[in-house]
């Protein structure tokens, strides 16, 4: 194997001097290209969302883990710009791919945004450049079609003129502790070069690369971390809705369990998932499997309960109206927190859009308040935050607290509001025997 190509890019890398595209300017994407131009890289960010462009060749950051004060020293620097034409990729020696992966109303995968992203890779594909594919998708994605793609509008060979490999994200919103530069970062190429080259890449500015053996293990991998988390979750929720028919506190059942030094890790119940990787990533494995003829029971179970959250939450909130003497129709109900997670700005499949959805069917005055998310608009549903938190406390029928932002005044939402149905556990003891509080 003439390994010329190969060479010279690893030292291209090594050098810093080849220049850097990342496809997707999202909470993946524009960490990943903050960490590689920090590192040295000349980092092109392209993505088709003229504002985001904008806002970054303006030294602007629209995403709360990447300070704004950081991106306009970069791109001042002449490390970091943006654009929407894809023809830069043919500045560019190292490529990643992070762009979303959803799935459709009916629960099959997406992947429409990796096939235009390959699309357009393919077209401007040289001699000399690694591309590392990091949205989370279903094994064999890479090899099936992303590489079918590359090779269909090329005669390059993948290993020799070109090198390609999957590295799942394993980004955390609002984590501090584990951000892209310190979490160990997977690695599996289609060949044992791909794999050499996309490592030595990465290396460049991450702490920590493991490489795997290929794509598919790559893959994988980021299936299993976010299955399990999905399947001790819903194991959780069942746990809440069995606690719940028994009269039972589950969150004094699992503060006990918690106790044990071995054998146990501490989930907790919630009004459902939320965010980009847990309620999504494990159905592209158990899709994948339906067309091999295997049903992966574990998750479709666990998916079946997490699903189904929302609704015990909005019958939780019915019930405590209905023992005051109110119905759930046209009762204010204000609902604390529309983030996925606490403490950010991500409201990606967060079980919040469910409950309002739910609680607005059948009649409730739906209100919220989040103080990282000012408004939003999903599907035909368009809403702000109230402006005043402790007035609406006040005057709603039933506070609902979905997301347990840090920021909150518990103490004294719960001397003002009426009748509160904590989700979350927000309030903690103050709120285990206080009459007026329903909990999860």
């Known amino acids: 194997m003439d390994d ?36 040295g890289f000349e980092v092109i960010g ?10 970054l060749n303006q030294g602007k950051s629209y995403i709360l883990d990447v300070p704004t004060e950081q991106v306009a020293r970069l791109v001042a620097a002449g490390k970091l710009r943006a654009t929407t034409d894809f023809a830069a990729l043919l500045e560019a020696q190292a490529v990643s791919i992070c762009v979303p992966t959803p799935l459709r109303k009916t629960g099959d995968p997406d992947l429409s945004f990796i096939v235009s992203a390959t699309d357009a890779v393919a077209q401007y594909l040289h001699p000399g450049m690694v591309i590392v594919l990091e949205s989370s998708t279903y094994p064999g994605t890479t090899r099936e079609l ?47 070069d791909c794999c050499e080259v996309a490592s030595c890449w990465y290396q460049q500015a991450l702490q920590t690369v493991v490489t795997v053996s290929s794509a598919e293990v790559a893959e994988m991998a980021k299936l ?39 054998g146990f890790m ?95 069917q059948k009649g409730a005055q739906v209100a919220y308040h989040d103080p990282f998310i000012p408004a939003f608009r999903h599907d035909a549903l368009e809403m702000q935050s ?17 997301t347990n932002h840090k920021v909150y005044p518990y103490a004294e939402i719960l001397d003002a509001a009426t009748l509160i149905v904590d989700t979350r556990n927000a309030l903690g003891k103050f709120g285990r025997a206080n009459p007026k509080v329903v909990r999860l």
């Open 4 to 39: 010329v190509e190969k060479n010279a890019l690893i030292g291209s890398l090594q050098s810093r001097k080849a220049r850097v595209a990342i496809l997707g300017l999202g909470y993946v994407g524009l960490p990943l290209a903050v960490v590689f131009a920090e590192a």
């Open 46 to 55: 392209i993505d088709p969302i003229a504002e985001k462009v904008e806002q």
């Open 146 to 192: 992303v590489l079918s793609k590359l090779v269909e509008h090329s005669k390059l060979k993948v290993g020799e003129d070109f090198f390609l490999a999957f590295s799942p994200e394993r980004v955390d919103p609002g984590r501090t502790d584990w951000t892209t530069v310190n979490t160990p970062k997977v690695v599996g190429g289609i060949t044992p």
């Open 224 to 262: 299993l971390e976010n299955t399990f988390r999905m399947i001790n979750i819903g194991l959780v929720n069942e746990l809440a809705l069995m606690c719940d028919r028994l009269k039972v506190d589950v969150w004094e059942v699992i503060d006990a369990a918690a106790t044990k030094p071995f």
């Open 266 to 360: 501490r989930f907790t119940p919630g009004p459902g998932l939320g965010g980009h990787c847990i309620p999504i990533d494990p159905l592209y494995l158990s899709w994948k499997l339906r067309s091999l003829n295997y049903t992966a029971r574990f998750i479709e179970l666990a998916s079946e309960i997490n699903t189904n959250m929302p609704r015990f939450v909005v019958g939780k909130v019915q019930d405590a109206l209905n023992e005051r003497g109110k119905p759930l129709k046209g009762s204010r109900v204000l609902i604390l927190g529309v983030a996925y997670k606490p403490d950010i700005d991500d409201l990606r499949e967060s079980p919040a859009l469910d409950v309002i959805g739910l609680l607005r």
């Open 386 to 402: 109230v402006a005043d938190l402790m007035s609406e406390v006040r005057s709603a029928d039933c506070v609902v607290i979905i």
